[in-house]
């Protein structure tokens, strides 16, 4: 597609339960890149995606949090056992990734995870 | 690692002033610097960038200028109208598909 779409927009769990989040990046982008927004501070990077291959996961929390991009799937964020810490904003970004001229990172609506 | 100061947290101007938003970066390396307006529902949207091999990019009412000696570059809204209303992010990266290293952000209030 034109633009990165993220899946639920909302997103509403008890503490302890599980959250995916999905994000279908822009058709031909190789890299997509994943951030945590809390209280509409900064960006905190979790982990980027080069096609199906981790590229960076230096942000990722050790535990709890994973995340894949499979062919012919949407990438996927998931949180097990949710605290209320984990209550944000998840953004995903897509790049194409073949030049500087095409590294401008597309970002998604991003999907708003509640934990109560 | 690369750190982002963002200034000023929050910014108030009358319809059709001028607003500036000043950010300061760490990593000499870093060669990449996009603004990202955040409104409310909304995405992110990128609204303008700059690289380091330019000192000023100008885009109708936005520019941004890049000190690359002194590590700090700056958004520029001129004719400011109550649709900027919005919270606006500066970022930094070093190269090629590194993550972006955002500031806190500023939220911007144009006021009719």
């Given at each position: 597609g034109?633009?990165?779409a993220q899946t639920?927009k909302h997103?509403?769990r008890?503490?302890?339960?599980?959250?995916?989040?999905?994000?279908?990046?822009i058709?031909?982008?190789?890299?997509?890149?994943?951030?945590?927004?809390?209280?509409?501070?900064e960006?905190?990077?979790l982990?980027?995606?080069?096609n199906?291959?981790?590229?960076?996961?230096?942000?990722?929390?050790?535990?709890?949090?994973?995340?894949?991009?499979?062919p012919?799937?949407?990438?996927?964020l998931?949180i097990?056992?949710?605290?209320?810490e984990?209550?944000?904003?998840?953004?995903?970004?897509?790049?194409?990734?073949t030049?500087?001229?095409?590294n401008?990172?597309?970002f998604g609506?991003?999907?708003?995870?509640?934990v109560? | 690692?690369e750190?982002v100061e963002q200034h000023?947290?929050t910014?108030?101007?009358?319809?059709?002033d001028s607003?500036?938003?000043?950010?300061?970066?760490s990593?000499?390396?870093?060669n990449?610097?996009?603004w990202y307006?955040?409104?409310?529902g909304k995405?992110s949207?990128?609204?303008?960038d700059?690289?380091?091999?330019?000192?000023?990019?100008?885009?109708?009412?936005i520019?941004?200028?890049?000190?690359?000696?002194a590590?700090?570059?700056?958004?520029h809204?001129?004719?400011t109208?109550?649709?900027?209303?919005?919270?606006?992010?500066?970022a930094a990266?070093?190269?090629?598909?590194?993550p972006l290293?955002?500031?806190?952000?500023?939220?911007?209030s144009v006021?009719?």
């Amino acid at each position: 597609g034109e633009e990165v779409a993220q899946t639920p927009k909302h997103l509403v769990r008890g503490e302890g339960q599980k959250a995916k989040l999905y994000c279908a990046p822009i058709k031909g982008h190789s890299y997509v890149f994943w951030y945590q927004q809390v209280l509409k501070n900064e960006f905190k990077f979790l982990i980027s995606f080069q096609n199906e291959n981790v590229f960076d996961e230096t942000g990722m929390p050790k535990e709890r949090f994973s995340a894949k991009c499979l062919p012919n799937s949407p990438c996927s964020l998931e949180i097990q056992a949710t605290k209320l810490e984990d209550s944000a904003v998840y953004f995903c970004a897509s790049s194409q990734g073949t030049s500087r001229a095409g590294n401008e990172q597309f970002f998604g609506p991003g999907t708003r995870l509640t934990v109560l | 690692g690369e750190n982002v100061e963002q200034h000023p947290s929050t910014l108030s101007v009358q319809e059709g002033d001028s607003a500036v938003i000043k950010c300061t970066y760490s990593d000499s390396a870093s060669n990449y610097f996009p603004w990202y307006k955040q409104e409310l529902g909304k995405g992110s949207q990128l609204i303008i960038d700059i690289r380091s091999n330019v000192g000023e990019k100008k885009d109708q009412r936005i520019a941004v200028t890049l000190n690359k000696t002194a590590k700090h570059f700056s958004l520029h809204i001129t004719e400011t109208q109550p649709e900027d209303s919005a919270v606006y992010f500066c970022a930094a990266r070093n190269s090629g598909n590194t993550p972006l290293v955002f500031g806190k952000g500023t939220r911007l209030s144009v006021i009719a």
